[in-house]
């Protein structure tokens, strides 16, 4: 049972524009969320993470939003560029068990020029 | 830093034949992750070590599969014997401590024929 899902294989977007990479979790015990980006050939690279006690996480064209209620998060990336174009993973953990990362099975974010 | 080190990056070999997968986590890190890529379940925690201790091994599928963490800089990813369904890219991760950024190894691409 996937805890936590990205529904969106892949994802286009005209550079410029904003892209949103959206996930959902199932486990109300999750309180700490991660993004990493993925090129070919490469292990994730952290990206960007938010705390349960907060809502909304930005850093630079990169924002995360938390919706606790509903149990999803959203990466949203302003303006998109070419090298924005990597499989994008979002990951779940719970800080009052044993600190594992869950994640999802990834977004493939394709920015055309 | 290097970075986490793995070897091989590619792997090929027949059913039935032992694969060990090897990595290097980043000195100084005290826990060490291991995870698999597949389409179907994105990435999945096999096991992880915490000061050269297995932790939780509840994601490691099958008897078949076995991982040991000698001392604090060498870890590895045993598959005896290995069967096609195991392909997949193995990637070894390390990091400082609890609800700390992750970082990845470049991955090894294992197919089984």
């Known amino acids: 049972d996937q805890q936590v899902k990205q529904n969106s294989p892949s994802l286009s977007v005209q550079e410029g524009r904003i892209s949103i990479l959206n996930c959902d979790y199932t486990?109300?015990?999750?309180?700490?969320f991660l993004w990493y980006k993925k090129y070919p050939a490469e292990g994730p690279t952290f990206l960007i993470s938010?705390?349960?006690?907060?809502d909304k996480n930005e850093d630079g064209r990169f924002t995360v939003f938390l919706n606790k209620s509903a149990k999803h998060l959203s990466l949203h990336i302003v303006p998109s560029q070419p090298g924005d174009s990597a499989v994008y993973f979002c990951?779940?953990?719970?800080?009052?068990?044993?600190?594992?990362?869950?994640f999802g099975t990834g977004t493939r974010l394709k920015v055309l020029a | 830093d290097a970075g986490v080190i793995q070897s091989p990056r590619h792997e090929v070999t027949e059913m039935g034949q032992e694969v060990t997968l090897r990595c290097k986590p980043i000195?100084?890190?005290?826990?060490l992750f291991w995870y698999r890529q597949t389409m179907m379940r994105g990435l999945e925690l096999l096991i992880y070590?915490?000061?050269?201790?297995?932790?939780?091994d509840s994601g490691m599928p099958e008897d078949r599969f076995s991982a040991k963490m000698p001392n604090a800089s060498f870890s590895t990813l045993k598959i005896q014997p290995s069967e096609p369904r195991d392909s997949a890219v193995y990637f070894c991760?390390?990091?400082?401590?609890?609800?700390?950024?992750?970082?990845f190894g470049p991955g090894t691409r294992l197919t089984v024929t």
């Open positions: 991760a390390s990091t400082l401590a609890p609800g700390y950024e992750q970082y």
């Open positions: 486990n109300s015990m999750f309180d700490y």
């Open positions: 938010i705390s349960s006690i907060k």
């Open positions: 990951a779940a953990s719970d800080s009052s068990g044993t600190y594992k990362y869950i």
């Open positions: 000195s100084g890190h005290d826990y």
């Open positions: 070590f915490n000061n050269n201790v297995p932790i939780d």
